[in-house]
């Protein structure tokens, strides 16, 4: 073949399209800032406190995102994230109160759970064909229903102490913040997430095969990829992560409720869609994600301290995502069709 | 059409690029009515991008086009449709979940009196073009049953149903049997002669010689050359679409003598009762020594694929019986993982579907089936990854810029080369390919054959299935022919030529 190399303005707008919702990020940052609101002569939003705020805000959607980046990945959806963090939350409330177990036990189990019912859902899937679409929808079903019989449909409070039915008081620390009270621990632990996933998809042969499943399944299959192994494991992982997001957000409000994180899983996926991540597989990153829900969480913010009405907000985000999906659409072709 | 010179289709100055890379410029091309005129050009010449253009699915960024004299503006396929220019594509467009007769007159079905789809009418009238080409096919089957070979049966159809006046058709015959190919040349002899305009678009310059008038070949975008198609040899064509002289012998002669080695693979009478689609092997008996080249010839739905399918265990499963031995051990490979950790490597035959994933790149294409081998506690060296790709790329003479294009990006030959550098990266010891030239220019067959040459001569144990008698003739040591899943004769390429192989597939030989 004797074509001319791409040009350098081609290759900068291929890397613009890679990279959009970094760049998304830069500009809605910037516009909060143009927009913030002026307390003392310091801009309100770029207070520590604030931007702090703003991670912590997003840190369980966050955390769901990431692990539905990987579902998605490889081509598939998870809609039971939102009712898992439901049932973690309550799970864990349950079991620090009622059940007076302790807190690395709890909080064991309840991952486990959360592992254990991705991993159902990802056999049911990959292994008799299933599409992840109806899986997840059933599995959403069956989450909030073991959530709300678990409690008997009751919230449940926690109440921290070294008494009967009283939780560790370590668990309170999801409520707090460290390092001298500056960083809220949800947003370090999302953080922490995050980084775990990207070093994850950068390095490991496991995400070649999670990529090459998502960029043709029956190639990858093909070419000696344990496809149905990496499916499954990526549906357990995304169900970790839900668990784990429902116990920060049990801890977040020392309340485990069985409704909790209703629609959860659609904000993970406006996070994942605005962070480039193809609804079709193979195509995407976990730091478009995270840049993604940073993206919704500056905008809500924003929106916020300017008393503009929440349900504007969901108008916004609601553009936000079409906009991001479109302007995927507008990508240069690089390949021949 | 009583003018001989009047030309049906005149295009003139056309040019067309993609995101910064030029496919056509400034093209002139005609076609006469009645007139079959070869396109030639290696892949990436820019032949379907020209076609493309004039069926109306990319627009031309600059130049004229006249239909019959009048200037007509191709800017969506409807325009084609209307001005009566129909393709046939080289990448097949069906829809699988529809019968054959929904897709032959998918949009323009034929109503009744109250509104409804008129569906007798539409299976009476696809049968009737069914018959015309000679193809047998239940017009009511579901694409989605059917092989590549036929699906392509069923576009040649469509586009007959379409009483073009401009037919394109972009390398009908890759996935036809010989007297498939035989039918179709009666069916393109007939509309010539009821003054259709059809272009011709083959890698096979057999093919050209025989049923086209007149050729032009197009360069890196550009038309090079011109030529009286019944005069053409093989060889000036080779070298104008080369642009150097080509030499279009197979493998190399020095490997003829060598004798082959201990069995590598053997077959022993394998029956598989599937529960599924295709044509498993019904009593195959066939063996594979070190550093031999053994061909799999036979017809459309002879159970080729699917033999090398159950073999790397890729097929639909079922229940065996027979023996299928790997250096002498019992095989029994239930998925291709399993295969290729036994020594099992499978070239598949449509890479776009089944072989590459087209967005990603060069680089995770090619170290695919080896990246969990050059990990260490489950994490990849991106130098060694780099490596193997460049190493794959460099041996296979892959024409790339950079390993971190896509492999979409690539011409089919290179896409080929590709897949067939990660195969060999596993270190197989007994390599299956099916169809391992289709849609693949003169240039990178003539380097495929020598490199399956090199391949051999390192010991590998070739399996190679294909429907070109030539090739089969030309690289095989030895060709086993397959009817209806069975094995049904053994010729040896040195004392048996083409005619020999056709004649066997077909059923001619007792």
């Keep these: 073949m004797t074509e001319a190399p791409p040009s350098r303005a081609h290759g900068l707008l291929t890397a613009l399209f890679k990279f959009q919702s970094l760049f998304g990020l830069v500009a809605v940052f910037v516009a909060a800032v143009v927009l913030s609101p002026v307390k003392g002569g310091h801009l309100v939003f770029l207070g520590s406190g604030n931007l702090l705020n703003v991670v912590r805000a997003i840190s369980e959607i966050g955390i769901l995102a990431v692990g539905m980046t990987l579902v998605i990945l490889i081509g598939g959806i998870d809609l039971s994230v939102g009712s898992v963090v439901g049932l973690a939350s309550v799970g864990v409330a349950e079991l620090l109160t009622v059940n007076d177990w302790g807190l690395v036990p709890s909080v064991l189990l309840i991952l486990a759970l959360g592992l254990v019912f991705g991993l159902a859902q990802g056999i049911a899937s990959a292994k008799f064909g299933i599409q992840a679409f109806i899986v997840t929808l059933a599995g959403m079903q069956v989450a909030r229903g073991i959530a709300r019989m678990w409690s008997d449909g009751r919230g449940v409070s926690i109440v921290y102490g070294d008494g009967p039915r009283q939780a560790p008081v370590t668990f309170s620390l999801l409520g707090e913040r460290t390092f001298n009270g500056v960083v809220p621990i949800p947003a370090l632990i999302f953080v922490v ?30 070419s000696g990829v344990p496809v149905l192994r990496v499916k499954v494991l990526v549906f357990g992982l995304c169900g970790l992560l839900a668990a784990l997001a429902g116990i920060v957000h049990a801890g977040q409000f020392s309340f485990g409720g069985p409704n909790d994180g209703a629609g959860f899983e659609l904000s993970a996926i ?27 969480g500056v905008l809500d913010n924003i929106l916020q301290l300017n008393n503009v009405d929440s349900n504007v907000q969901l108008v916004v985000v609601g553009c936000v995502i079409v906009f991001a999906a479109g302007l995927q659409r ?8 | 059409m009583g003018d001989e010179g009047a030309a049906l289709v005149v295009m003139t100055g056309v040019s067309k690029a993609y995101g910064g890379v030029r496919a056509v410029r400034d093209v002139d091309f005609a076609v006469r009515a009645g007139e079959v005129h070869a396109l030639l050009g290696e892949n990436g010449a820019g032949k379907s991008t020209l076609m493309k253009v004039l069926s109306g699915q990319v627009a031309a960024e600059r130049g004229e086009i006249r239909i019959g004299g009048e200037p007509v503006r191709l800017s969506r396929p409807a325009d084609a449709q209307r001005a009566g220019i129909a393709m046939i594509h080289q990448e097949l467009d069906l829809v699988p979940a529809l019968s054959v007769a929904e897709n032959v007159f998918l949009g323009r079905e034929p109503r009744t009196r109250f509104g409804t789809v008129d569906r007798r009418r539409m299976l009476a009238e696809t049968r009737r073009l069914l018959a015309r080409s000679g193809v047998r096919l239940d017009a009511a089957a579901p694409v989605e049953l059917l092989r590549t070979g036929e699906q392509q049966l069923v576009t040649i159809a469509k586009a007959l149903s379409l009483d073009a006046r401009v037919l394109i058709m972009d390398e009908p015959t890759s996935a036809l049997s010989p007297p498939e190919v035989e039918q179709l040349f009666a069916v393109i002899a007939e509309l010539r002669a009821a003054g259709v305009a059809l272009v011709y678009i083959s890698h096979r310059m057999e093919e050209i010689g025989r049923i086209a008038d007149r050729a032009t070949v197009l360069r890196n975008g550009a038309v090079v050359a011109e030529f009286d198609a019944r005069e053409l040899t093989a060889a ?12 279009l012998m197979f493998r190399a002669d020095s490997r003829a003598s060598a004798e082959p080695g201990a069995d590598v693979l053997r077959v022993e009478n394998l029956v598989v009762r599937a529960d599924a689609g295709g044509r498993p092997p019904d009593g195959i008996s066939l063996r594979v020594g070190a550093g031999e080249i053994v061909g799999l010839a036979g017809l459309l739905g002879s159970g080729r694929t699917e033999l090398l399918e159950t073999l790397f265990g890729g097929g639909p499963g079922g229940h065996w019986s027979g023996q299928v031995l790997l250096r002498d051990k019992d095989f029994h490979p239930r998925t291709p993982r399993k295969a290729m950790r036994a020594g099992v490597a499978f070239v598949p035959e449509d890479r776009r579907l089944s072989g590459l994933a087209l967005e990603h790149s060069v680089l995770a294409n090619s170290v695919l089936s080896i990246v969990d081998r050059l990990a260490r506690f489950g994490v990849v060296s991106a130098r060694r990854e780099r490596g193997a790709a460049r190493g ?6 892959v024409k790339l810029t950079s390993i971190a294009e896509p492999v979409g990006a690539l011409s089919g030959g290179n896409q080929q080369k590709v897949l067939l550098g990660r195969a060999l990266l596993t270190g197989p010891a007994l390599l299956l390919l099916d169809e391992p030239t289709r849609g693949v220019d003169v240039g990178a067959k003539a380097e495929i054959y020598r490199l399956l040459g090199e391949i051999a001569g390192e010991g590998v144990a070739i399996l190679l299935a294909s429907s070109e008698p030539a090739e089969l003739v030309g690289v095989c040591d030895r060709v086993v022919v397959l009817r209806a899943g069975r094995s049904v004769h ?17 059923g001619d030989v007792q």
């Design chain 2, 236 to 247: 000036q064509a080779a070298e104008a679409m080369v642009g150097r002289p080509v030499h």
């Design chain 1, 193 to 222: 997430v995050a980084v775990l996933a990207v070093v994850l998809l950068r390095v490991s042969a496991f995400s070649r095969h999670l990529y090459a499943i998502g960029g043709n399944e029956k190639a990858a299959r093909l």
């Design chain 1, 330 to 337: 507008l990508r240069p072709a690089a390949i021949r069709t």
């Design chain 2, 392 to 397: 794959s790329a460099a041996r296979l003479g």
């Design chain 2, 490 to 506: 053994e010729l040896d390429t040195g004392s048996a030529g083409e005619a020999e192989l056709l004649a066997a597939s077909m």
């Design chain 1, 270 to 296: 406006a996070a994942v869609v605005i962070g480039g991540t193809s609804l079709s597989g193979g195509r995407g990153s976990v730091l478009g994600t995270v840049a993604g829900a940073l993206l919704v």
